[in-house]
């Protein structure tokens, strides 16, 4: 009767570690870790390793980035930046990690709002890009419904954001 108390009683908490890892594991953007063919091999690709990352990334914003929504390419105005080996890392997140359609981004809102603590850097880079996504979205968008939701996602984007630089 004892052992069979005491083996029962491991298999409960082994079923309740198991468990609290799966919750603590579970990913805001899963498909950053996913290889898929035809790209190159970056699991997890971060963008922003130093200072003069964060500036570029600054810099191919402002010239003009921006996202198909169609094919979902990342397409950049100035070639010069383009073709910048160090972007190569910006291309994947944006064509292959980031949520382009409505339903993802809310349910990656969802998340943000449930999560608590910071964010890891490259959770916050990708929810950073998301929201210019949204805002690209956002202008696209015919008035009427659909625009009011890109509004909504767009905005509880930016609360996750500042609620993350906030976070203490």
Same mark, same amino acid.
């Given at each position: 009767?004892?052992?069979?108390?005491?083996?029962?009683?491991?298999?409960?908490?082994?079923?309740?570690?198991?468990?609290?890892?799966?919750?603590?594991?579970?990913?805001?953007?899963?498909?950053?870790?996913?290889?898929?063919?035809?790209?190159?091999?970056? !699991?997890?690709?971060?963008?922003?390793?130093?200072?003069?990352?964060?500036?570029?990334?600054?810099?191919?914003?402002?010239?003009?980035?921006?996202?198909?929504?169609?094919?979902?390419?990342?397409?950049?105005?100035?070639? *010069?930046?383009?073709?910048?080996?160090? !972007?190569?890392?910006?291309?994947?997140?944006? *064509?292959?990690?980031?949520?382009?359609?409505?339903?993802?981004?809310?349910?990656?809102?969802?998340?943000?709002?449930?999560?608590?603590?910071?964010?890891?850097?490259?959770?916050?880079?990708?929810?950073?890009?998301?929201?210019?996504?949204?805002?690209?979205?956002?202008?696209?968008?015919?008035?009427?419904?659909?625009?009011?939701?890109?509004?909504?996602?767009?905005?509880?984007?930016?609360?996750?954001?500042?609620?993350?630089?906030?976070?203490?």
């Amino acid at each position: 009767m004892e052992t069979t108390v005491l083996v029962i009683l491991s298999l409960v908490l082994c079923h309740l570690s198991i468990s609290a890892a799966l919750h603590w594991r579970k990913a805001l953007y899963p498909s950053a870790f996913r290889v898929k063919r035809g790209t190159p091999t970056l !699991l997890n690709p971060s963008i922003q390793r130093s200072v003069e990352d964060a500036n570029l990334l600054y810099e191919a914003l402002w010239s003009g980035l921006y996202v198909d929504t169609g094919e979902g390419v990342l397409h950049m105005a100035d070639e *010069e930046l383009a073709s910048l080996r160090r !972007l190569q890392p910006l291309e994947v997140v944006c *064509e292959d990690i980031l949520p382009r359609t409505l339903s993802d981004i809310r349910r990656l809102c969802h998340q943000l709002e449930q999560r608590q603590g910071h964010l890891s850097r490259e959770d916050f880079e990708r929810t950073v890009l998301t929201m210019v996504y949204a805002a690209q979205k956002l202008a696209q968008a015919n008035p009427g419904h659909q625009k009011e939701l890109w509004e909504d996602a767009f905005v509880q984007l930016y609360k996750a954001i500042k609620r993350d630089l906030r976070a203490e």
